[in-house]
């Protein structure tokens, strides 16, 4: 299985880049509700195996993970991520932050702000 992680700077940034810029309407693309609107995908935009994913937060933690694999679950998807480019061809948006930087971030900033685990 793959899925998408974002670290949260670049969601913030996603966010703040939307915030001033109201979409106009299009009866192609945009709303035609008053006032219109726009829905954005703001992601990473880059599947990482579920393997991945237990390797590095098992590097970060120095600890080997207790794995209970088990096959798909109904409703599961072999593969989802975010389709930012709306996000970059409006807005200029690019995730900055890869998946591997994004959980080191996170695990210094846990252990800077909680009792070490």
């Known amino acids: 299985m793959k899925r998408d992680f974002t ?59 207790n794995e209970n694999l088990l096959p798909m679950q109904p409703g599961d998807v072999p593969i989802t991520y975010a389709d930012v480019d709306d996000l970059m061809e409006i807005f200029g948006f690019e995730p900055k932050t890869n998946f591997h930087d994004g959980i080191k971030y996170f695990f210094n900033w846990y252990l800077s702000s909680h009792e070490k685990i």
């Open 7 to 65: 670290y949260i700077d670049d969601i913030v940034e996603g966010v703040v880049r939307v915030l001033d810029k109201t979409p106009t309407p299009n009866k192609n693309k945009y709303s035609t509700a008053k006032p219109p609107y726009r829905i954005y995908n703001i992601g990473n935009n880059n599947p990482i195996t579920l393997r991945d994913f237990i390797s590095v937060i098992e590097n970060a933690c120095g600890v080997k993970a």
